[in-house]
Structure formats: structure tokens, C-alpha cells
């Protein structure tokens, strides 16, 4: 088990500086950031006495205390007497943050090899080389040398540490975050498999999303993944898909990419999600994050918008997806809130004039109906008899409220991103809004997918 990583009860940073140019001081200054974290932090450097107001030390074996994690910032051709004096320490974890290794050549490649087997005879687990490093946001640490995630129950192992970085600025506009967060660059020895059996017994780790480009051990990582995915969803999103892909990929991480087309069928045999693509992946995120999983597929679709509708069930057939009949009693208990030209058929146009009142009332109707499962609250926001911009989120959202969120509600509101005071209500309600046809179907198979997994419906 590798929880030591994420739980240090003290830290090394060897490489450590005042320079606020380097990584090595990024590190530290990350670190140090939560005063009251409760991991001691050690700084070791060759030039400093002081960094920050801490003592330096000239080297790891100087430290009084013993060591739970070393983070390695040393440029590549000093690191072997590093890893020497990581031994001596008997620390139990680095993280190898410097890069020039098998990404490189393959000089490097015999060099991580070296480095893995002499660690490997200690004992000492590495992560890394070529990462940005680790965080535990449950903790308040932050060992890496990017922004912190915003907190919440999502757990990310990535390959590629940049990726993490742009994925937390999604995180954050979505209202959604962290847990845990672990870069495995190169992977020379703490893999997937390591991270996802932590993740697995974390109880703060409710989601678990992995950004891949290379995969070794490939029947032991589906072996877990099968594992997991019935008590938490595990969202991928692989990079490396094409020959320019895999190319960039080899001169990532230094690895061969693996083959596409053959890991996504394993992992939908496997009951993953596997993402086409970035906007996908963030989509499943916030999906999993927000919505409970439904009793059934059948759906309710109202709108102000004829063609946002029409936009939607055309995703929704791409999906497999099903729009339920509306029913006589359903009719019947919605006619009191429409005016005579609505044909009441789902979807369910109510035509431009329809306002916070016309959509609470209908939005809770088919909540309340028994004979739908998932409800699709569609807005076109309208330039005309002064209604405010927010009003049928208001009414929307009051509805799903009032009926204690038991079914998903899926907003659809139809390009309306630059509506601050949208985005600003989503926040305090906390919940989510998809602003495009493909998002709000996509996340409707991802339930849908998830009810048939967990009830055994389905094998995928």
C-alpha cells in the first residue's frame, strides 16, 4: 500500500531554493501554503542555511528525524548520490520530480532502471521521475509543484502532470474537486495499479479518474478496475489514441502507448467509463459528482425551445437513450400551468413565454410522475418580456429541491456560459448545468450505464 505518500508524517524537500524560478521553491512554497498541516517539513540544499525562514540542511542524512517521503528536485545527473543518501536514511517514499530520463533516451531508460533497482533492494517505493509531484487535499497538502485542486471526493492518477494542472481549472469553474491527486511520470515503479488499490480503501476517494497514456500490467490494472467500479465510478481518459498521439506519448513518459481500440473494449467489459475526449471526461466528473443514479432510463424532456429539443433527442437517440409517453394523468395534471397551443407530447415545448413559475410547476410534475425516471429541464434564455436570466434556472432548480433531488435533473441550458449569475447560482445550490445537447445526453448514458452496472442489468 502506498497511503505513506499521502499521509507523510514528515518531508523532505531535496532540492529546495529561494528561487523563485525553480521548482525546487515551488515545491515548498506549495507546502508550506497550509500552516496547519501537520507533516513536518524538512528542506535540504547545498547552497542555502535558511530557506523561508526554515533551516537547510546540506544533505537528507543531516536531518534529525526520520523520513516518510523525499522529494527529489537535483538535476538529473546529480541524482544517484541522492538516491544513495535516500537509502542510507531508510526514507520510505520518493517522489522524483526532475526530468531527463527515459523520456529522454535511452541512456536515461538504464539510468530509471538502475535507480528502481536499487530502491527496490530498500525497500523505498519511488514515484516518478518526471512528475509534478502529489496532494492530499483532505490534509491540506499540497506536495507538487502546481495549484492546489479544489477540494472535493474525486481522486486523479495521471500520467501526465499538466493535464492534472488544466484539470483543476475545470474542476474549479465546475464546482467540483479533489480529494487526491498523484502524477506517476514515468511510472518506473509505483503504477495505476499501486494508486487505484490506495483509492479503492480511501474513504474520501468517491470517484476515481485516471488520465493514461502508457499501460503496463494491463490483466492486473482491469483486474482492479473490476474490482472497484461497483462501489465507485472510474472515469478514463487515454491519451496517445493515434500514431501522432502514441508518437508524442513515447516522448512523454519514455513508454510505448498502448493500443486503443484494444483497451476500450476492455474496459467497457470492465465497467469503466472511457472518455472520447477532454470535455467528456470533465462531463462524467461533474455527472458523478452531482446526480443520483436513477431508478430507470425513462425520460422527461421540457423546454421553452423547440429546437433545443429537437437537439437533444437527436443525442439522445446516438445514446440508446429513451424518452418516455407521457401519460393521460400526467396530461391532465399539467394542462393548469399551459397555455391551449402547448401539445402535450415529450418533449414538452411550452413555447417562448413560459417563466419561473410555468417551469417550477411543470419540472415538478415530472419529478413527481412515477412514470419518469430522469427529467431534462432544456432553456433558451430569452431576450424579451423582461425575464431575468436566471429565472427558470430559479424555478428549475426550486423544483428539484422541493422534491429532495431523489431523481436526476438534467439543466440544459443552450449556450448560456457567459451568464455569470447562472454560474453563480449553480455554486450556491450546489449543482451543475451542461450547456450543450452532446453534454446533457452523455451524462444521462453515464447514469443510465451506471443504474444498469449496479443493478446487474447489463454486462459490460
Given amino acids: 500500500m502506498v497511503s505513506f505518500f499521502f499521509f507523510p508524517r514528515t518531508i523532505a524537500v531535496i532540492g529546495a531554493t529561494s528561487n523563485p524560478k525553480k521548482f525546487g521553491n515551488a515545491v ?13 517539513l524538512f528542506l535540504v540544499s547545498h547552497k542555502s542555511q535558511e530557506i523561508m525562514g526554515l533551516k537547510s540542511y546540506k544533505s ?24 544513495d543518501q535516500c537509502i542510507e536514511k531508510k526514507v ?22 538502475k535507480i528502481n533497482a536499487k530502491c527496490k533492494k530498500a525497500g523505498i517505493r519511488i514515484m516518478g521521475p518526471n512528475c509534478v509531484g502529489i496532494q492530499n487535499l483532505d490534509i491540506g497538502l499540497n506536495a507538487s509543484f502546481i495549484q492546489a485542486a479544489p477540494p472535493g471526493y474525486i ?21 467540483i474537486g479533489c480529494s487526491k491527486f498523484a502524477n506517476i511520470g ?76 484494444m483497451l476500450k473494449t476492455s474496459l467497457k467489459q470492465a465497467g469503466a467509463v472511457l472518455c472520447e475526449n477532454s470535455n467528456d471526461f470533465i462531463t462524467a466528473l461533474k455527472t458523478f459528482s452531482y446526480f443520483p443514479i436513477p431508478k430507470g432510463e425513462r ?58 413559475i410555468t417551469y417550477y410547476n411543470i419540472t415538478k410534475i415530472m419529478l413527481e410522475d412515477p412514470n419518469i425516471d430522469i427529467v431534462v429541464a ?50 450556491r445550490e450546489k449543482t451543475t448545468i451542461f450547456f450543450s445537447p452532446h453534454d446533457a445526453a452523455f451524462a444521462i448514458k453515464l447514469l443510465c450505464d451506471r443504474m444498469k452496472l449496479i443493478n446487474g442489468l447489463e454486462r459490460f
Fill in 60 to 83: 537528507i542524512l543531516e536531518i534529525p528525524e526520520d523520513i516518510d517521503i523525499a522529494i527529489i528536485l537535483v538535476p538529473a545527473r546529480v541524482i544517484d548520490q541522492i538516491i
Fill in 28 to 40: 515548498t512554497i506549495n507546502i508550506l501554503r497550509n500552516k496547519y498541516l501537520q507533516s513536518e
Fill in 155 to 175: 481522486s486523479m492518477i495521471s500520467q501526465s502532470g499538466s493535464f492534472g494542472c488544466a484539470s483543476f481549472y475545470a474542476m474549479e469553474r465546475e464546482y
Fill in 186 to 261: 514515468n511510472n518506473i515503479d509505483v503504477s495505476f495499479n499501486d494508486i487505484l488499490e490506495f483509492f479503492y480503501s480511501d474513504q474520501n476517494t468517491q470517484i476515481i479518474s485516471i488520465y493514461m497514456e502508457t499501460l503496463e500490467n494491463g490483466r492486473e490494472f482491469l483486474n482492479y478496475i473490476k474490482k472497484i467500479v461497483f462501489e465507485k465510478p472510474i472515469v478514463v481518459l487515454k491519451g496517445g489514441k493515434t500514431s501522432l498521439g502514441m508518437k508524442a506519448a513515447s516522448s512523454h513518459t519514455g513508454s510505448l502507448a498502448t493500443n486503443y481500440k
Fill in 378 to 427: 432544456c432553456v433558451v434564455i430569452p431576450p424579451f418580456l423582461e425575464m431575468k436570466s436566471d429565472e427558470h434556472y430559479r424555478g428549475i432548480i426550486r423544483a428539484w429541491n422541493d422534491t429532495e433531488r431523489e431523481k436526476p435533473l438534467i439543466p440544459l441550458m443552450m449556450f448560456a456560459e457567459e451568464f455569470k449569475v447562472l454560474r453563480e447560482l449553480s455554486r
Fill in 299 to 356: 425520460i422527461g424532456v421540457l423546454t421553452n425551445s423547440g429546437g433545443s429539443s429537437v437537439l437533444f433527442s437527436d443525442k439522445a437517440e446516438e445514446f440508446n437513450l429513451k424518452l418516455t409517453e407521457f401519460s393521460e394523468e400526467f396530461k391532465e395534471s399539467i394542462s393548469p400551468y399551459l397555455i391551449p397551443l402547448v401539445k402535450k407530447v415529450n418533449p414538452l415545448d411550452m413555447i417562448g413565454g413560459a417563466d419561473e
Fill in 92 to 113: 520510505k517514499g520518493i517522489i522524483i520530480i526532475t526530468a531527463g530520463f527515459g523520456e529522454i533516451n535511452e541512456e536515461g531508460k538504464k539510468k530509471e532502471y
